[in-house]
């Protein structure tokens, strides 16, 4: 991996870069965009580089990167690069990006540390960057020829897709069943994955947002949006996106989804993180799978619960399925110990489970922490995050 030389110097540097990350990433995107406005009209995601979450994101990658080299120089962590070349590969990021984002990131960080960017430093850190680099170009060229499949085209897999039914789940959810437009067959998705789907708003710009997919039909797709508090995206498609329209929709992408076997399955999930739990549900349901299965899920209260009949249906189809559900503030009637916060402490937690998370940061902190409590292995338990992975290398 890194080499011996520039190892020490990377280790010696590493609380200076890491501690001036921060002033490093907004510099660079500054110059970035600047140089290449396309990016932040047509490719990055403009609500994440206006409230900070994707600078905060490439900051965590690239400190957690070369801290993984230090710590372990023998081993390479292929889990977090694989969550980025996934959502890389969903995005259309090409390989010669790279050197754009190389060009710019090395400005900002000459901008900011000035002196200290001496040539040994500026080559230590070169070699950082490139091992991170060419590592998920490898991840991302293997991925893209797999979603093209023998006669696609690994360098555009957008595909339009027209919109069959559309179903309004809650107040904010609604799930659209889409299907390829040339009636070809749908690419394979594994339950847990999520397609990237690109939107041109009113303003001309193509914007690109990633949707869990909720289940599968004959022939077609499904995934779910929830609109956001300002969310451009998730607003004009529940505003306009109708049946019949057409949308441009990636391959199903991600690296959090159910794993084949006989072992028992949790899945825990809050708000709009039960949408791939939905969707494992629903294929262990199709396979008639005879798994031990638990499902948490948290929710502000029974309205707000998206897919609630889905989960009962779901469950009572399993022959060895529980759920659990806890409501902050439940309408009616509902039991004290399922009211307030998903508490696993009070879920019967079976023995070798392999636990799926999914939902806002601060919940997969919790539970997560209930679950290694437990006893439950790290190495068992997964994690999808919506939005920027503001917590690599958990």
């Excluded at 962590?77 to 694989?82: N, V």
């Excluded at 998705?189 to 909720?214: E, F, K, M």
Aim: contains cysteine; charged residues 20%; proline residues 7%.
């Amino acid at each position: 991996m890194l080499s011996a030389k520039n190892a020490k110097v990377v280790e010696a540097t590493l609380p200076v870069v890491g501690a001036a990350i921060g002033d490093i990433t907004p510099r660079f995107y500054d110059r970035l965009f600047a140089a290449h406005p396309e990016l932040l009209r047509d490719l990055f995601n403009r609500g994440n580089q206006a409230n900070g979450t994707q600078r905060q994101a490439l900051a965590g990658s690239i400190a957690a990167f070369a801290t993984a080299l230090i710590a372990h120089p023998d081993q390479r962590p292929d889990a977090m690069l694989a969550r980025i070349a996934h959502k890389h590969v969903s995005i259309g990021i090409s390989d010669d990006q790279y050197k754009v984002v190389h060009e710019h990131l090395f400005a900002a960080i000459v901008e900011v540390l000035g002196e200290a960017v001496t040539p040994e430093v500026a080559a230590a850190w070169d070699e950082v960057y490139w091992l991170m680099a060419n590592a998920l170009i490898a991840i991302e060229d293997r991925l893209r020829a797999d979603a093209a499949g023998p006669d696609g085209d690994p360098a555009d897999l957008w595909r339009p897709y027209t919109v069959v039914t559309r179903h309004q789940e809650t107040e904010d959810v609604t799930s659209y069943l889409v299907r390829p437009a040339d009636g070809s067959a749908p690419p394979a998705g594994r339950p847990g994955q999520y397609v990237s789907v690109r939107t041109t708003l009113p303003d001309g710009a193509h914007q690109i947002r990633q949707y869990s997919l909720s289940g599968t039909a004959a022939g077609a797709l499904r995934f779910s949006v929830k609109r956001e508090a300002g969310g451009e995206v998730s607003g004009h498609l529940h505003d306009h996106l109708r049946a019949g329209d057409l949308v441009q929709v990636s391959p199903p992408m991600g690296d959090i989804a159910l794993a084949d076997g006989d072992g028992p399955v949790l899945l825990v999930s809050a708000g709009i993180g039960n949408t791939p739990m939905t969707a494992m549900l629903a294929h262990l349901a199709d396979a008639g799978s005879t798994r031990t299965v638990v499902s948490v899920h948290g929710d502000r209260d029974q309205l707000a619960h998206a897919f609630r009949a889905d989960l009962a249906r779901l469950t009572a189809e399993l022959p060895d399925a529980t759920a659990h559900v806890f409501y902050e503030r439940p309408l009616g009637e509902w039991p004290a110990e399922r009211t307030g916060l998903v508490d696993l402490t009070t879920v019967d937690i079976p023995a070798g489970a392999t636990a799926y998370l999914c939902g806002p940061l601060p919940f997969l902190r919790a539970v997560r922490g209930q679950l290694l409590a437990a006893g439950v292995p790290a190495a068992d338990i997964h994690y999808e995050v919506f939005g920027p992975d503001l917590w690599l290398g958990a």
